[in-house]
């Protein structure tokens, strides 16, 4: 008997081949600051979801719904999407991504607790950045 889940696979990847780029919306969502700390800047993360393939290619979702939480704040973005990350003196709290998406006829969810690549932000250096130009979540098959 052959297993339906080559055929499932070769579908999607098909699928996505076919479907138009779809770049984020130039507008980034903004996550909020933390209630009583002064933004020294904010730095923009785009955020993306793929879906690994048995042959370990990827195909980009641009349906996963995610929750973006740090330090106590969150925000729900559909992907991908720019996301606005607000900068505060000293330590810059880890984002935690928590993301699901129908992939077939399960709904797959992906986790991800992204650290600062700068842990301290100093008020006086603006140029450095903290978390990266991008963040790929990877939903598995």
Do not use: W
Request: charged letters at 20%.
């Amino acid at each position: 008997m052959i297993s339906l889940r080559l055929p499932i696979i070769a579908v999607v990847f098909a699928l996505s081949a076919c479907a138009a780029d779809y770049d984020p919306p130039a507008t980034p969502v903004a996550l909020p600051p933390e209630p009583g700390k002064p933004v020294l800047q904010r730095e923009t993360v785009t955020v993306s979801a793929f879906l690994v393939g048995a042959s370990s290619s990827l195909a980009e979702l641009n349906t996963a719904r995610c929750e973006i939480a740090r330090g106590g704040r969150t925000v729900t973005i559909t992907t991908p999407m720019m996301l606005s990350i607000p900068v505060h003196a000293g330590a810059q709290a880890p984002l935690d991504i928590d993301c699901s998406a129908q992939i077939g006829p399960r709904l797959a969810r992906a986790k991800l607790r992204h650290l600062p690549e700068t842990a301290n932000a100093d008020p006086a250096d603006t140029a450095t950045r903290h978390y990266p130009k991008q963040i790929a979540i990877r939903f598995r098959q």
